[in-house]
């Protein structure tokens, strides 16, 4: 997912208000921008490995070269390893276990679409967090914002193609990704006022790790891999990577980790309501992608699902920054 991806971000952490006046608008664009196009190519990079490769295990290296370069941020940070404590745990806990399932979920079903498709469905996630914000922190949603959500929905359906098969499946785990990555957002907003990005990171960082041990020592000798289409990416046997994958293997977790961090600084410098549309970067992106690296374009039922995804998920986080911004002055 854009994890979920697309992958969205994990590793991201947008701040209740950002700094204005410490970059230039121009700057934090191509911040948003530049870090959403790096979320992509970490999307790339899975799907390409996932013809070799078990899930657990590409994204075990990927969590651990970016422990690697979190540790090093954190350790020349200035509060240090003492800003990874927290009062909040179990909070911790069920955030991770939530985008533990969704990144799962998400790179399931990418190994199975087509880019553009997989990147579409998972833009539904700024849709549906407007819609939970409603029944899970009680705020209040208008007419146009439902309306959007409405051809958000319309364009989800025209993507996921009723009786299309495997990727009809593959597009549901999508599916479900987004929404248990909305979930996560929410939590993160909870959250926000006593944990930092580091914390967030570390967190799910370590919860990527153990989960991956953990599925490598069970499924990792290829027993339980039945060979189908959709499903043997989960349980496809561990391999020793041969050197041609390791720069593939290294760019899961660089890109993702900078990305992040990209996001993040671009959030914290500027207004949210010019920055918040340049998250959808990672679709065009994803579409380049398809054709260079897959050799795929998306058809013209999944250009008219994307127009309604994406143009109804760019109205709504334009919507929801202007409006954060009316309420703060």
Same mark, same amino acid.
């Given at each position: #997912?854009?994890?979920?991806?697309?992958?969205? !971000?994990?590793?991201?952490?947008?701040?209740?208000?950002?700094?204005?006046?410490?970059? !230039?608008?121009?700057?934090?664009?191509?911040?948003?921008?530049?870090?959403?196009?790096?979320?992509?190519?970490?999307?790339?990079?899975?799907?390409?490995?996932?013809?070799?490769?078990?899930?657990?295990?590409?994204?075990?290296?990927?969590?651990?070269?970016?422990?690697?370069?979190?540790?090093? =941020?954190?350790?020349?940070?200035?509060?240090?390893?003492?800003?990874?404590?927290?009062?909040?745990?179990?909070?911790?806990?069920?955030?991770?276990?939530?985008?533990?399932? +969704?990144?799962?979920?998400?790179?399931?079903?990418?190994?199975?679409?087509?880019?553009?498709?997989?990147?579409?469905?998972?833009?539904?996630? !700024?849709?549906?967090?407007?819609?939970?914000?409603?029944?899970?922190?009680?705020?209040?949603?208008?007419?146009?914002?439902?309306?959007?959500?409405?051809?958000?929905?319309?364009?989800?359906?025209?993507?996921?193609?009723?009786?299309?098969?495997?990727?009809?499946?593959?597009?549901?785990?999508?599916?479900?990704?987004?929404?248990?990555?909305?979930? +996560?957002? =929410?939590?993160?907003? +909870?959250?926000?006022?006593?944990?930092?990005?580091?914390?967030?990171?570390?967190?799910?960082?370590?919860?990527?790790?153990?989960?991956? =041990?953990?599925?490598?020592?069970?499924?990792?000798?290829?027993?339980?891999? +039945? %060979?189908?289409? =959709?499903?043997?990416?989960?349980?496809?046997?561990?391999?020793?990577?041969?050197?041609?994958? *390791?720069?593939?293997?290294?760019?899961?977790?660089?890109?993702?980790?900078?990305?992040?961090? #990209?996001?993040?600084?671009?959030?914290?410098?500027?207004?949210?309501?010019?920055?918040?549309?340049?998250?959808?970067?990672?679709?065009? #992106?994803?579409?380049?992608?398809?054709?260079? *690296?897959? %050799?795929?374009?998306?058809?013209?039922?999944?250009?008219?699902?994307?127009?309604? *995804?994406?143009?109804?998920?760019?109205?709504?986080?334009?919507?929801?920054?202007?409006?954060?911004?009316?309420?703060?002055?």
């Amino acid at each position: #997912m854009s994890d979920p991806q697309p992958n969205p !971000p994990v590793y991201s952490h947008r701040p209740a208000a950002p700094v204005p006046g410490h970059a !230039p608008v121009l700057t934090g664009i191509l911040l948003a921008a530049g870090g959403t196009a790096l979320y992509s190519v970490n999307d790339m990079a899975i799907k390409h490995l996932s013809g070799g490769y078990a899930l657990h295990q590409i994204i075990l290296f990927r969590a651990m070269v970016g422990m690697a370069i979190l540790l090093v =941020l954190i350790a020349c940070s200035g509060a240090g390893f003492a800003q990874l404590r927290t009062r909040r745990p179990l909070a911790h806990l069920i955030r991770v276990v939530t985008i533990l399932t +969704s990144n799962s979920a998400f790179y399931t079903g990418l190994a199975a679409m087509e880019m553009a498709d997989a990147a579409a469905v998972s833009y539904t996630s !700024p849709l549906m967090v407007t819609a939970l914000s409603v029944l899970a922190l009680g705020e209040k949603v208008g007419p146009r914002r439902w309306f959007a959500v409405f051809l958000g929905l319309i364009g989800t359906v025209i993507i996921l193609r009723p009786g299309a098969g495997v990727i009809q499946g593959a597009a549901l785990l999508v599916l479900l990704s987004s929404l248990l990555y909305a979930s +996560s957002n =929410l939590m993160t907003r +909870s959250m926000r006022e006593t944990e930092t990005a580091f914390t967030f990171s570390f967190y799910v960082l370590s919860g990527f790790i153990l989960l991956s =041990l953990t599925m490598g020592a069970i499924f990792g000798d290829g027993s339980h891999d +039945s %060979g189908d289409a =959709l499903w043997g990416f989960l349980f496809r046997a561990w391999i020793w990577p041969p050197l041609a994958d *390791i720069p593939w293997l290294l760019l899961t977790g660089s890109s993702v980790v900078i990305g992040g961090l #990209m996001v993040a600084q671009a959030y914290r410098t500027t207004e949210a309501a010019v920055v918040a549309p340049f998250d959808y970067t990672g679709m065009p #992106m994803a579409i380049f992608w398809g054709v260079v *690296i897959f %050799g795929t374009w998306p058809d013209l039922t999944s250009w008219a699902g994307i127009a309604l *995804i994406c143009g109804s998920g760019i109205y709504v986080v334009w919507r929801e920054a202007a409006l954060a911004k009316r309420v703060r002055k």
